[in-house]
């Protein structure tokens, strides 16, 4: 069965720090990876995807986010973040072969401190 | 509508009563799911529909949880004799983009 690991819950950090959140997912074939994310009082959004190609995508608002295959890892990373990333952060995974059924992580709550 | 749509935003049960929690999509698109966000954890898949038919339905918990969507586009999810272990923000989505799906803000439902 697929299962997603997001390694952190809780991260705080001050502004124009970098950021890594950590994701590691475990599937036994060909997988699609997104990370969406949901600022306070705000609905889920995608933040970045990927399907195939370049293992390193970018997308919204600075954030990007490697692929690595050998680990089973799509981690998310911002060079310098802001007080307005802070929000929750979630990694999800699915077989291209079934879209829009996604398997999300527990999440990562961010907080970004002035 | 432009976005996904879901009401009541908040919804108070007493154990043992049945909720229905009503989602309309994005106008005109195909595609619906539902999923389950339990306090502290990512969204858990519950069902999907493409138009009324509903394709499949493996993410429900228990036979107390029943959804239709019966002319294909609103869509409603029953969940019947409400348990605690219900409490939940209950989120519709619309496909967008390939691979996106738009997410509606959920149905926060709490079962005293």
């Known amino acids: 069965a697929q299962s997603v690991s997001q390694h952190n819950h809780h991260v705080i950090l001050s502004e124009a720090a970098s950021l890594e959140l950590g994701c590691n997912y475990s599937y036994g074939g060909t997988v699609n990876l997104f990370w969406y994310v949901q600022y306070p009082g705000q609905h889920l959004q995608l933040l970045l995807k990927?399907?195939?190609?370049?293992?390193l995508v970018k997308g919204i608002k600075g954030f990007e986010a490697e692929f690595i295959k050998s680990k089973f890892s799509f981690n998310l990373r911002k060079p310098s973040v802001q007080w307005s990333d802070t929000a929750e952060y979630f990694c999800?995974?699915?077989?291209?072969?079934?879209?829009?059924?996604?398997?999300f992580g527990a999440g990562t709550q961010v907080v970004v401190t002035p | 509508g432009a976005g996904v749509s879901q009401s009541p935003r908040y919804k108070v049960a007493k154990r043992g009563q049945d909720v229905a929690l009503r989602c309309d999509p994005i106008?005109?698109?195909?595609?619906l799911f539902w999923y389950q966000q339990a306090l502290g954890q990512g969204p858990e898949f519950l069902t999907y529909f493409q138009n009324e038919a509903q394709l499949d339905k493996s993410g429900l918990p228990s036979d107390r949880f029943f959804a239709e969507r019966p002319e294909g586009s609103v869509s409603t999810l029953k969940i019947q004799r409400t348990q605690q272990e219900d409490s939940a923000v209950y989120l519709c989505a619309s496909p967008g983009p390939p691979g996106e799906l738009f997410f509606g803000e959920g149905s926060r439902l709490t079962v005293l």
């Open positions: 990927y399907f195939s190609g370049d293992p």
């Open positions: 999800a995974v699915n077989a291209p072969d079934s879209w829009g059924k996604l398997q």
């Open positions: 106008s005109g698109h195909v595609s």
